[in-house]
């Protein structure tokens, strides 16, 4: 999921939902953001796509579990059209085999989730950064389970799901057949597939045919009782399977059997409407199976079925930076000699204006903790002239701050001497 740490699962086995595929159409609001998307890695020749499932986009890149073809693609996040991956990890020495879904850690390793139809081909690799080609995986084990989706959270443990209703958490440096720190086996999964991590280091679980996303607190075990679950009819979740959060903590979660891409306001909790629905005619989402949100916003979705990955315009306004207080104003002086009948304190405005306007300044001058003057001044003053009748003779200290709508910032101050 940075965002970029972006960690996800999508479907699973060689039928996209087990025999479920019904032509349901979208959804009654599926049209809610009826748009084409910006730019589509797809074709025939180069693009090297097929069935592509979980992805996650970190440091300008799109990693994509390529289920069909048994390999991990990355390309740039501005890619478009029949183009190349800029790397492909393939081969019998990599041991991917139908890859479900990729996650990132924060060494920038991938993670995947592979299986096999043996037991012993049920494998979560590790790759380093770089890696390309038929290389061997830095790390490997055996989760217990066919594995499904992965998720880094933000201790650098590895979640990984089974597509029923268990997840369990192991120690990045997990080899062999290793036991599980921690398993949740939840009583409100039942399809557990796609996985992501939100910014309180909670576990969110698409819930594939449980038609929910459920998100468990950091630590959670057993059959602990979920942080939230979005579930009922006003969610119109169908199929959910995949689930990524943006910045501002919104929920997305694909929907396979809806067609659709649905997102959650940010406290979402229950039986709840989305508050905006990616999806129809222009969207030409047939089965979207992940889905990862750039920090930018930018939406990416890969499409299991039409051997694509789409990434869509930021869906909402990037949100407005917050305002802090400005800086010290700068270059703060006092001219004019100790016995000048006037001085004048001067200034040059904050480097930094806290992200508001900057609406006027304070002015105070002391003699050690007496104030002998206290004046405001507009935002477009840069200096002041004070009368020497107005001071006290010895050593003196001018202050300045200024103001923007958060408030005051710290003062700048010069010394000056007064003579009588």
């Known amino acids: 999921m940075n965002l970029s740490i972006r960690v996800t699962g ?38 090297q796509l097929r069935q592509p499932l979980g992805m996650y986009v970190r440091g300008g890149q799109i990693h994509v ?29 990599s041991l991917v085999s139908s890859p479900r879904t990729v996650a990132a850690d924060s060494a920038g390793f991938t993670w995947v989730t592979s299986a096999s139809s043996a037991p012993a081909g049920n494998r979560v690799l590790s790759f380093r950064a770089t890696a390309t080609g038929n290389v ?26 089974n597509e029923a209703d268990t997840i369990k958490v192991f120690s ?17 999964l039942s399809n557990a597939r796609g996985l992501a991590v939100d910014a309180a280091n909670r576990l969110w679980v698409a819930n594939g045919d449980g038609d929910s996303v459920v998100a ?8 602990a009782a979920p942080a939230r679950v979005i579930k009922g009819s006003q969610t119109q979740i169908q199929f959910a399977t995949d689930v990524a959060l943006d910045a501002s903590g919104r929920v997305y979660v694909a929907d396979h059997r809806a067609r659709d891409v649905k997102v959650f306001a940010a406290h979402a909790n229950g039986n709840v409407a989305p508050i905006k629905v990616l999806g129809g005619a222009a969207a ?50 006092v001219s004019g000699t100790a016995r000048a009948k006037t001085r004048k304190v001067s200034w040059r405005p904050p480097s930094n204006k806290g992200g508001a306007k900057i609406t006027g300044y304070r002015l105070v001058v002391k003699k050690g903790n007496k104030v002998l003057l206290r ?18 003779k010895g050593k003196l200290t001018v202050y300045v701050k200024a103001k923007n709508s958060k408030g005051y910032g710290k003062n700048a101050k010069a010394t000056f001497r007064v003579r009588k």
């Open 216 to 223: 468990f607190a950091p630590g959670a075990t057993g059959n």
């Open 65 to 93: 579990s390529n289920f069909g073809a048994s390999s991990i693609l990355v390309f740039d996040l501005n890619a478009d059209g029949d183009v190349p991956p800029k790397r492909r990890i393939a081969g019998a020495t």
């Open 10 to 47: 999508t479907l699973a086995g060689t039928a996209l939902v087990a025999g479920t595929l019904a032509a349901s159409g979208p959804s009654a609001a599926a049209d809610d953001v009826n748009v084409a998307p910006v730019r589509t890695i797809q074709g025939p020749t180069h693009t």
């Open 375 to 392: 004046k405001n001044v507009g935002a477009s003053k840069r200096s002041y002239k004070i009368k020497r009748a107005k001071l006290r």
């Open 172 to 188: 990045r440096s997990a080899t062999g057949t290793p036991a599980a720190e921690r398993t949740i086996k939840s009583t409100h």
């Open 284 to 333: 030409a989402l047939t089965s979207p199976a992940g889905v990862a949100v750039a920090p930018d916003g930018t939406v990416v979705v890969a499409d299991y079925d039409g051997h694509d990955v789409s990434s869509f315009a930021p869906l909402f306004a990037p949100p407005k930076p917050a305002v802090k207080v400005p800086s010290k104003p700068r270059a703060l002086k």
């Open 136 to 161: 061997a995986p830095a790390s490997r084990f055996d989760p217990g389970f066919v594995p499904f989706g992965v998720a880094i959270d933000k201790n650098d443990k590895v979640n990984v799901s």
